[in-house]
């Protein structure tokens, strides 16, 4: 019975319906009643001769033909009167066959920008809630007989209604939802969308006329520079123009400004309780006249603890230091806003800071001494510094809880055994940091049949990446290098060749790519290109490996690489002057005397434990991903967002241990991720707006395909709705006659019948 019910329940409506719109249609006849009315009404006297009578009859005879044509004309007013208003009663069941209409189905697709550059409010409206108006009076303004499709620009592009849907108001509704987004727009992807919902469309309805395709911008470069006229962008416009009619509507403001924190960056190299955090931001006038008085914030846990004021330039930029200081170890939220504009969505960056109260070293001696001057490196100034320096023999090292300290140095040690290597490399999977310093008890051999696994041996491998750039050095004559699985399977990210000379003093920093580097740019003085190195091991990094300093004749120096969760680092040299030359009697390098050493080994160890707390910086839309241990029990975390929501995550386990990924980084902020019992943040990420949205130059128009239309949107946002759209439906003009006629009508009966009398 259900069954019979649920047919019935589908077939009853539609019937009603359609039996309802003829009964409208059967309103027709009612614009025959006046003249039937008057058929019978001379049809229903009988004459009746008298005198006073008959004088009357002679005068309406003189008048009879001005008397007729007033009739006549009243009945037509009185008939056309009833069969308009009849049509435009039936406008929703004439609507099917395009009766009325004004012309045939129109398949319309209204694609929105939602980049975050249309949040730029000019006034009481932003770009975007200017875009939502036009469309909505795009809408409203449509033949009842078009269909609609509705889509966001944005990274990836949304599909809101694919249609093609002629129901206006439910498009509208959605229309009415949407909101701009914090990221990019990626217009090749949006015109593919595109593309694919003219495609479905035709196939879908084979009665579609046209299709429109009306695409409301601010037409920002960002967006649109990759548009211009010989591009990819261009040819899929070009195509699409051959599908459907392409109108560019241009709703964004003439010669906005902005203001925008372009980049938040640690300065400094330790984030502790002990010493304040160099903190740097880059603060950007984007807008065509200068600015003054920019107040710019530190806000520390949510409290500004320290501001500047600076003024800029037109298309200038200044960079703004502070020093931020932590009296709590944790993961702390750091964030560095201005005073505000127009564009408040690029107002504020952040970042996300693991502070310790102190950094805790591990120094594994080879032999008596091999640790002391790295150990003065690291803790120069005793308790007051941020780091905290152990010593132990190489023979300690089974013995000692590696998981208390944040970073281990091998110094000098003649090799190490399999037990040994099994507990390091636990130690780097799990988020530790590495560093062998080698020199002259260190066995090569050794060292890559225990630690290196794998690996090949330096013969097979022929070129090296010099920190992700190309090829810079050629280091063997002979073929093919690591692959990435002979990488991942072993500890040590190089093969240890014969021990080499160099008679040239200086390090190369390599154009200063590498972060470690990067630290000594514009500092000259600290002594990197001077520091002489005569003895060292020939060093032939794996694939995934990063040479961050090299020798003059582009041996490698210093070379890391991901391990794990953690960071290894191999220096080809050592790490004392005790270790001498048995040929010339001199130490192998000056190095652990020279200024450059100090922060050389602080570097090491902030970029370690930064590579170990998995890169807890993100751009909107990238993915949130971070490891957990190897004992982590539970199966979901939780996402703490900025705002008010939390979303839990499923933990993926892996054989090192277990992942977590969480895809909805949609916003900026600072996310939390913590375990379901609520403890203390696991760590947390900061997400940033793409500093591109923040540039709100307008494209060129000229270069942009010339097959499209582009309309720019009047400040009158109601008449330049009108011209979008072309309003030719029928029905309102039978309104309005009706509306004329129902006033005409009285008037004339009244003026015709003073006329008689």
Known sequence: ????????????????????????????????????????????HRDTRWAAMEFLREAIKRNARRLKLQQWLLLAVRTLLLLLLALAAAKPYLSGWNIL???????????????????????????????KHLAAKTLEQG?????????LLSDPP??????????????????????????????????????????EASTAQRDLAAHEVLLFTDLTTGTWSGAAEGTAAAEQIDKLAERAKFTVVDVGAVDPANVAVSDLRIAGTLATTVEPLLVECEITNYGPAAVSDVVVQLVV??????????????????????????????????????????????????????????VRALLVEGQPGAARYLRHALEPGGGTSPIEASVVPEGALVDTPLDDFDCIFLCNVARLTGSEAELLQRYTEQGGTLVFFLGDRVLPEAYNEVLAGAAPPPERISNLLYAGEAPQVRLAQNSASVTPEDATSSLLPVSIGPLRSNDT?????????????????????????????????????????????????????????ARGRGMVAVVATSATLDTVDAATSQPWTMLPAWPSFLPIVRELVAYGIGE????????????????????????????????????????ERTPSGARWNYASSDRPGVFSVESEQGSKPLAKVAVNVPASESNL???????????MTIHTAAADLDSASGDLVADTTLHRALLYTVLALLLIEPIMAWAFAGRAA
């Open 505 to 561: 003093s200086g390090i190369n920093p390599l154009d200063y790519r590498h972060p470690i580097a990067a630290a000594f740019r514009g500092s000259e003085r600290a002594g990197l290109l001077s520091t002489p190195v005569s003895r060292y091991f020939e060093l032939t990094p794996d694939e995934n490996a990063e040479v961050a300093l090299a020798l003059p004749n582009g041996d490698p120096l210093l070379v890391t690489s």
């Open 1 to 44: 019975m259900s069954s019979v019910y649920s047919v019935v329940n589908q077939i009853l409506p539609p019937l009603a319906f359609g039996f309802g719109n003829l009964a409208m249609l059967g309103w027709l006849g009612a614009a025959a009643a006046p003249i039937l009315i008057h058929l019978w009404m001379r049809h229903t």
């Open 143 to 151: 033949r009842p007989g078009d269909v609609y499709s509705l889509v």
């Open 301 to 358: 846990g949510g409290s500004s603890v320290d501001e500047q004021t600076v003024s800029l330039p037109a298309g200038g930029h200044t960079t703004v230091s502070f020093d931020a200081r932590f009296t709590q170890p944790g993961w702390q939220a750091v964030a560095v806003r201005t005073s505000g504009d127009n564009l408040a969505a690029d107002d504020e960056a952040w970042l996300a800071v693991d502070v310790r109260q102190r």
């Open 697 to 707: 130059a307008r494209v060129d128009t000229a270069v942009l395909p010339s097959v």
């Open 101 to 131: 209409t004004g012309g045939p189905k129109v398949h319309r697709i209204l694609v929105l920008d939602g980049s975050m550059s249309m949040q730029y409010t000019a006034g009481d409206q932003s770009t975007f809630e200017r875009a």
């Open 612 to 651: 170990s707390r998995g890169h807890n910086e993100r751009t909107v839309g990238e993915l949130l991903d971070g490891s957990l241990p190897a004992s982590w029990a539970e199966n979901m975390i939780r996402i703490a967002r900025p705002g008010d929501r939390t979303d839990s995550v499923p933990v």
């Open 158 to 199: 949304q599909t809101i209604v694919a249609g093609p849907v002629a129901d206006a108001r439910r498009v509208e509704a959605q229309l009415a939802s949407l909101e701009p987004t914090y990221g990019p727009g990626t217009l090749a992807d949006t015109l593919t969308t595109i593309d694919t919902l003219v495609s």
